[in-house]
């Protein structure tokens, strides 16, 4: 299995070697800032089973410094680095730097771009800015991380040839619009993420989530569409091979 989208950095974790080398889940940790771009580097460096992808998160993008995009673009070549992001637009708590947030997203993909490097996005109240911007970018890879847009959004992204992360959410009593989803679009444009530490999977809801909770998300996205929990495993694993171009 390969959770696509964690974040196993020491501010939430005092055991992360235990997490790392007990797991059999290959994991790609994403970066979101200065900080945990080094931490990614880090752990690529020193573990075979972590893969990792470095950029600025939205809600970040008003700490950035001269030295954010430097450490982004001299760690681009590393083999074990196959992404830029967390990347992208959040308007949830603070709209008010839209346009800033939209030249950083512009100048992480021209990057990603300029690199043939997969983009890992995050999107928050945001799904139309952050449609309208990838429609210039056609030739990217890219996953829409922890999608929570309607069904309809997900139909013209994929379209765009998007793969949608799916994480524990898709286990909540109340996410019936994500049951939607993952229940109406081929399950060849899904791949399966933690999000870790955030949005354990039921039964585990409310508790530090882990790489290895990513058995419960497959588990309910094979009860979602009526196929095998080896099929799930079998097809997300491909798609995250294929889209991130992993040597595994």
């Not at 299995?1 to 939430?12: L, Q």
């Not at 690199?115 to 890219?142: E, F, P, Q, W």
């Not at 949005?199 to 009526?226: D, W």
Request: charged content about 30%.
């Amino acid at each position: 299995m390969i959770d696509t989208h964690c974040h196993i950095f020491k501010e939430y974790y005092s055991n992360i070697d235990e997490i790392i080398t007990s797991s059999d889940v290959y994991m790609i940790v994403a970066g979101v800032d200065d900080k945990s771009n080094l931490e990614v580097i880090e752990l690529v460096n020193k573990y075979d089973k972590v893969y990792g992808v470095i950029g600025i998160q939205p809600e970040e993008v008003s700490n950035m410094t001269n030295n954010s995009i430097k450490i982004i673009e001299d760690n681009i070549d590393n083999p074990k680095i196959v992404g830029i992001g967390e990347i992208g637009l959040d308007y949830h708590w603070d709209d008010s730097n839209k346009e800033k947030q939209k030249e950083v997203f512009r100048k992480m993909l021209d990057i990603a771009s300029k690199n043939n490097k997969t983009v890992v996005i995050h999107s928050r109240d945001a799904i139309k800015d952050t449609y309208d911007i990838l429609k210039d970018y056609k030739n990217l890879k890219v996953v829409l991380h922890c999608y929570s847009s309607s069904l309809d959004m997900a139909k013209e992204f994929i379209k765009m040839n998007v793969m949608l992360g799916i994480g524990g959410v898709v286990t909540f009593k109340n996410s019936k619009k994500l049951v939607e989803v993952v229940k109406d679009i081929p399950i060849d444009n899904l791949v399966l993420e933690t999000d870790s530490p955030y949005l354990s999977p039921e039964p585990y809801r409310g508790t530090t989530n882990i790489p290895n909770n990513i058995k419960f998300v497959a588990q309910k996205i094979a009860q979602i569409k009526n196929i095998s929990y080896e099929e799930v495993i079998e097809k997300t694993t491909k798609n995250a091979i294929k889209q991130f171009d992993l040597n595994i």
